[in-house]
């Protein structure tokens, strides 16, 4: 996983939980990395979970809220380092269909090390889209959080149903958007 999740992890925690809360997070888990993490650097996928599940029990929020809440806190800063192409996006719809077909596509171009989820996006009405989410990561509802809060940026209502699978790996997300 990429130092940038585990930085704005870090920051997420203590802006929402305090610094003194990180901190205990990080003195109660054994970390290969220290605990000083950096935004270009890569680490192992399993250095992110110990982190995260620590996280979740030090701050009494299960494993979905917590990826909902970081996932809708994330999407700004994430959105700040899109492509300038999808920064001119103005509506979700398209937003989202450009995640699995530029966004992650430019990101893995710049980052050879970077590990997306993918994220096939299917347009099933006009105002209804699928969205197959697929990672060894598992982590759909922090998808379900950054959809979230791609709505809220783009200031436009939308109600995302996630439906797990029978693999861990895999959920689908319907995205119904309102006026
Ligand atoms: C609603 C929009 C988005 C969704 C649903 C989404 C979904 C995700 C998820 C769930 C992950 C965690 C890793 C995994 O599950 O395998 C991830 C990783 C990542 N995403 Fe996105 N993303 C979105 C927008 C963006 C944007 C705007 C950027 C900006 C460039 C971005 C860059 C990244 C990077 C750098 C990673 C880390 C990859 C790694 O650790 O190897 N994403 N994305």
């Known amino acids: 996983m990429k130092g940038i999740i585990f930085t704005n992890f870090a920051d997420f925690i203590g802006e929402a939980f305090g610094l003194v809360v990180w901190q205990n997070v990080l003195d109660a888990t054994a970390l290969e990395a220290d605990g000083s993490y950096v935004g270009t650097m890569t680490y192992s996928d399993s250095e992110f979970m110990t982190l995260f599940s620590s996280a979740c029990e030090h701050c009494q929020r299960d494993p979905i809220q917590m990826q909902l809440e970081f996932g809708r806190w994330l999407f700004p800063t994430l959105f700040s380092k899109s492509p300038a192409a999808v920064k ?14 530029i966004v992650h596509v430019e990101v893995k171009k710049l980052d050879p090390e970077a590990k997306t989820p993918s994220l096939n996006c299917v347009e099933i009405d006009e105002n209804t889209l699928c969205i197959d989410y697929l990672s060894s990561r598992g982590m759909g509802y922090l998808a379900k959080g950054l959809i979230e809060g791609a709505a809220n940026h783009f200031e436009q209502k939308a109600n995302v149903i996630i439906t797990p699978s029978d693999n861990p790996e895999k959920f689908k997300l319907v995205v119904t958007l309102h006026d």
């Open 88 to 101: 001119l996006i103005d509506n979700l719809k398209e937003f989202l269909f450009s995640i699995d077909t």
